[in-house]
Nanobody, 124 residues
Framework: QVQLVESGGGLVQAGGSLRLSCAAS????????MGWFRQAPGKEREFVSG????????YYADSVKGRFTISRDNAKNTVYLQMNSLKPEDTAVYSC?????????????????WGQGTQVTVSS
């Protein structure tokens, strides 16, 4: 049974930092591209960042580029999202997702497995 479990969310002041983690089990992690998505209340889910399975190529939404960094540790079956210079508009539930042999695409429909999400709240 595949499980993706996010952690590291919380409440932080604007300008602060958080590091999210997504621990995967039940799959061959190194064969999966991993993505981070977020959904704010009343808004659609949006792509935040992705990392490909083979070469570790990374992709970012324009809104987070230069502030967020995605990385993966295949030995620990974990993907991370380092979030710096946080803004109130970053407030959302952040979820990780896995895409077999994927590129880290922005399209959510490409991902086969999803975590439950972790809440990130940035106060002004």
């Amino acid at each position: 049974q595949v499980q993706l479990v996010e952690s590291g969310g919380g409440l932080v002041q604007a300008g602060g930092s958080l590091r999210l983690s997504c621990a995967a089990s039940g799959l061959t992690f190194s064969s999966y591209a991993m993505g981070w998505f977020r959904q704010a209340p009343g808004k659609e889910r949006e792509f935040v960042s992705g990392i490909s399975w083979r070469r570790g190529n990374t992709y970012y939404a324009d809104s987070v580029k230069g502030r967020f960094t995605i990385s993966r540790d295949n030995a620990k079956n974990t993907v991370y999202l380092q979030m710096n210079s946080l803004k109130p508009e970053d407030t959302a539930v952040y979820s990780c997702a896995a895409d077999l042999y994927g590129l880290g695409t922005r399209s959510g429909i490409a991902y086969e497995y999803w975590g439950q999400g972790t809440q990130v709240t940035v106060s002004s």
